[in-house]
């Protein structure tokens, strides 16, 4: 179309100098798609207070005044495996090493609620994780670890009220009570429906413990997070950015939601809820995709939610490097995928961090891999200055206009899904499921055609990849767990255990909150299968439809 107006210096640039020169070919997209312009320029950033300052609504530019200024980053190494006596000693190395909070990983026997003699449990016990079946496991856990002092990560979710109150009771016979306890606990069963495949429950009663842990938590561990609303395995399931951030944070609504539906005040939970994403290889997409999250949440939070105390408005999250991203070609090239992906968290904000080690596309991280990982983030927050300036990028066209249009992208998910009726319903209709498949298959298209090139992969192979030396679980460790669980069972008072179980299904059946009763199964030394088991019985199980 003509028109009268004269070219700004954008469009004359493009017309007399780029348009004319040629350009190499190559897909000129961010990993999820969306379009990247040669040039961006102040035509681009926004019009209105959108940006704003750091600590300051909308939030954008940092959820604190001072950020890395004040205080870096929590970093915090995710480390599990065997059995609780040798996690303890990996948590006992990672902190004389300089890491400043632990982070749980758990296996997927004690992910999915079955205890290591479970038949189902047969080769899995500890090999993914650490498997904690009982308290004395917790209590082995964090032998020698003061947990008044300490802020612990756990991942895990479907079992989360059962870990959370192994915990508990854990730091009582510390004599720490559950008000010091700082920390956060997983619990986001509705991304476990759409991404990670690890439930207990149907969606109903699983929505039900969640909201019981929050409620929990806001009246019981004020230092305590009992949501960490993760999007790192929705994006580790194929998702796009874009998806990654409009399911978390609709995840995040449902919760919000549910709390209020059992008389909570928004400000009186809402300050303790945290956020997980992925930080995929992507640079300026991720730093993006982390500073609309933040503006999206704030918005929200104070006009649909009504939220008054500014910390309602405050999305603090933690942030891991994308393990889908490493490959088990060329592992070493896994060290400058982690270092730019952290780079990216940082530049956006996060408030703490977990580094992918370079060997964990083919094992568990053996002790050098792990420490190469945690030096990464020192050298990022000690000798790079990126920690001495707050958002280096505010301001930046690119990363404006991306931020912009991942915040559009959300809000065009934030409608289809309540069109479909809201969250639950989108995930019982398979809709979150079936984008992050088409999304996944999409991707994998592109590298097999080799449009999107992956070093090592689909070009600059090499023949001769040198073996790594790798961490292998030893088989005698989950006879050693399975003899650990058998113990606790044996020696315990069975009467109480029993008596316990019992009461946690009265509680069950009438709708009241679980969190007393399973402390006490924690106190009687129930494990955690029996107490799945136990509510089982009133809340049946669940079957997915498969997306094809």
Known sequence: ATTDRPLTDAERWFREKFARVPQRHALFTTLSGEPVEPLYTAADLPDDDRI??????????????????????????FAGFGTAEETNERFRYLL?????????????????????????????????????????????????????????SMTINAPAAVMLAFYVVAAERQGVPAERLAGTIQTDILKEYIAQKEW????????????????????????????????????????????????????????VERALERGLDVDEFA??????????????????KYRAARRIWAKELRDTYGARDERSLLMRFHTQTAGVSLTAQQPLNNVVRTATEAL?????????????????????????????????????????GVA??????????????LTDRMEEAAYGYFQKIDELGGMVAAIEQNYPQREIAEASFRLQEEIERGDRIVVGVNRYQQKDD????????????????IGRVQAV????????????????????????????????????????????????????TYTETPVF
């Open 200 to 255: 207990c429950f149907p969606i109903e009663p699983a929505m039900s413990l969640v909201t019981d842990m929050v409620e929990f938590c806001a009246r019981r561990m004020p230092r305590w997070h009992p949501i960490s609303i993760s999007g790192y395995h929705i994006r580790e399931a194929g998702s796009t950015a874009q998806q990654e951030l409009a399911f978390t944070l609709k995840d995040g609504f449902t919760y």
């Open 466 to 481: 040198r073996q790594l030396e790798l961490l292998r679980i030893p088989a005698e460790l989950e006879r050693k767990q």
């Open 96 to 152: 004389d090493h300089g890491q400043t909070g632990l982070s749980t990983a758990f296996d997927m026997p004690s992910l999915m609620g079955h205890d290591s003699d479970h038949p189902r449990s047969l080769g899995e016990v500890g090999r993914e994780g650490v498997a904690v079946d009982s308290l004395d496991d917790m209590e082995t856990l964090f032998a020698g670890i003061p947990m008044g002092d300490v802020s612990v």
């Open 271 to 288: 300050p303790r809820l945290s956020f997980f994403f992925n930080a995929h290889i992507d640079f300026f997409e991720e730093i993006a």
């Open 52 to 77: 704003g300052l750091p600590g300051e609504f909308p939030f954008t530019r940092g959820v604190y005044p001072s950020m890395y200024r004040g205080r870096l980053w929590t970093m915090r190494q």
């Open 344 to 384: 990216s968290a940082v530049l956006g904000g996060t408030q703490s961090l977990h580094t992918n080690s370079f060997d964990e596309a083919l094992a568990l991280p053996t002790e050098e891999a792990v420490r190469v990982a945690l030096r990464t983030q020192q050298i990022l927050a000690h000798e790079t």
């Open 388 to 401: 001495n300036t707050i958002d280096p990028l505010g301001g930046s066209y690119f990363v404006e206009a």
């Open 489 to 540: 069972k044996a020696r315990r008072d069975s009467h109480a255990a029993d008596q316990a179980l019992t009461e946690l299904r009265d509680h069950a059946t009438g709708g009241r909150n679980l969190m007393e009763p399973l402390l006490d199964c924690a106190r009687a030394h129930c494990t955690e299968g029996e107490i799945v088991e136990s509510l089982q019985r009133v809340y049946g």
